[in-house]
């Protein structure tokens, strides 16, 4: 099995308000123009996105796909608003510890990073708390180099009861 070699850190996720729209893609390239639709659709809104930071991808189901796998795309807005059609406001309760490990290069290989992440996961006395999130530090948006992206991958955790 193929893996990353990363460093993890475990810190605290804070309690934030999101605009969260639920998509199915085959690539996560495809991500940017959904998130620049996601956006324009907020300004109408009304809403202010608070920090490019909480920009997040939550991966659901219960093991890495290639393709056709399902996300939910959540920004961090100033406040909710009403439900629309695509959109749904939330506020995501905060962590007390997740596992974060940065993934630098192509987002083609950031299947390396997850494996890197559950792997620590599980030889650290923890189990996963949740859902995979996917934070979008650098990308095609301002980097010229596949190269030079940075992905942040967070793994909500808890401590496992049987230390055996």
Not at 52 to 68: L, N, S
Not at 84 to 97: E, R, Y
Request: proline fraction near 4%; charge should be negative.
């Amino acid at each position: 099995m193929e893996v990353a070699e990363c460093n993890v850190v475990v810190k605290p996720l804070p309690e934030i308000v999101v605009a969260a729209k639920n998509v199915i893609i085959s690539d996560v390239n495809e991500l940017f123009p959904i998130s620049e639709t996601l956006s324009k659709e907020l300004e109408i809104l009304g809403c202010k996105i608070v920090s490019t930071e909480y920009r997040y991808m939550v991966f659901h189901g219960d093991k890495y796909e290639e393709r056709d796998f399902k996300v939910q795309l959540c920004v961090a807005v100033d406040e909710s608003k009403v439900d629309t059609d695509t959109i749904q406001f939330m506020t995501v309760p905060a962590v007390s510890k997740a596992a974060c490990s940065y993934h630098k290069g192509s987002y083609g290989t950031r299947h390396l990073t997850h494996t890197f992440s559950a792997l620590w996961v599980d030889n650290c006395g923890y189990v996963i708390d949740g859902d995979y999130r996917e934070i979008y530090i650098d990308g095609i948006w301002n980097k010229n180099s596949e190269d030079e992206w940075l992905t942040e991958v967070q793994v909500p955790l808890k401590p496992t009861m049987n230390y055996s």
